[in-house]
């Protein structure tokens, strides 16, 4: 069984920093493009930030130059570095990552359980 598990959330003042970590674990062959999403109260969960095996990322223009997503292959661990954070961050975060387990030969997105990041004013 594959799966992931996010870490990190929290209460923070807006200005402030977070780090959100999600460890892979269970029957892994491959780790393909990794990714943070988030949803806040009422609305669409959204697409933060993307990596991908080659370590090339990319962010949603609402995050870009305060939001920073890397990976760890070698622990199949992906975070996001979250700075100057605005109460318009505030949402449930989600990792999801494309897995292919040893148990089959293709693809599939597995996602996390999601963490709560809140950022008052």
């Known amino acids: 069984q594959v799966q992931l598990v996010e870490s990190g959330g929290g209460l923070v003042q807006a200005g402030g920093s977070l780090r959100l970590s999600c460890a892979a674990s269970?029957?892994?062959?491959?780790?393909?493009?990794m990714r943070w999403y988030r949803q806040a109260p009422g609305k669409q969960r959204e697409l933060v930030a993307t990596?991908?095996?080659?370590?090339?990322?990319n962010y949603v223009d609402s995050v870009k130059g305060r939001f920073v997503i890397s990976r760890d292959d070698a622990q199949n661990t992906v975070s996001l570095q979250m700075v100057s954070l605005k109460p318009e961050d505030t949402a449930v975060y989600y990792c999801?990552?494309?897995?292919?387990?040893?148990?089959?030969?293709?693809?599939?997105?597995?996602w996390g359980q999601g963490t709560q990041v809140t950022v008052s004013s």
């Open positions: 999801q990552a494309g897995i292919v387990a040893v148990t089959s030969l293709f693809e599939r997105a597995y």
């Open positions: 990596i991908t095996r080659g370590g090339v990322t």
């Open positions: 269970g029957s892994i062959k491959s780790i393909n493009v």
